[in-house]
Nanobody, 125 residues
Framework: QLQLVESGGGLVQPGGSLRLSCAAS????????IAWFRQAPGKEREGVSC????????TYADSVKGRFTISRDNAKNTVYLQMNSLKPEDTAVYYC??????????????????WGQGTQVTVSS
């Protein structure tokens, strides 16, 4: 399993931007699809975005499409989530995750085996 560490969360005003990073410590990282999830208090974990190992294919939840961009730098073993035009409803703990089938990109939580510890994103004025 991959070891994943998120960073980049914080407090931002509505309309602002943040970039989250997910760093992995494994030479096999380049073979894995990676996804971002988020979980707000009292809500189920939601799949936000996923990127294939090559970076050539991405998916987004409708709630973030056009505002969030997922990307990866395989030379740095890192996946990014650029979040623009943030809204209060984006407030959540954000997690990155690697799937059980490393080649399979999904936004369904039970298909993922490795998770980071999460980073808090708060959008508030």
């Amino acid at each position: 399993q991959l070891q994943l560490v998120e960073s980049g969360g914080g407090l931002v005003q509505p309309g602002g931007s943040l970039r989250l990073s997910c760093a992995a410590s494994a030479f096999t990282f380049n073979y894995y699809a990676i996804a971002w999830f988020r979980q707000a208090p009292g809500k189920e974990r939601e799949g936000v975005s996923c990127i294939m190992s090559s970076g050539g294919s991405t998916t987004y939840a409708d709630s973030v499409k056009g505002r969030f961009t997922i990307s990866r730098d395989n030379a740095k073993n890192t996946v990014y989530l650029q979040m623009n035009s943030l809204k209060p409803e984006d407030t959540a703990v954000y997690y990155c995750a690697a799937p059980k089938d490393k080649y399979f990109c999904s936004r369904v939580a039970n298909q993922f085996a490795s998770w980071g510890q999460g980073t808090q994103v708060t959008v508030s004025s």
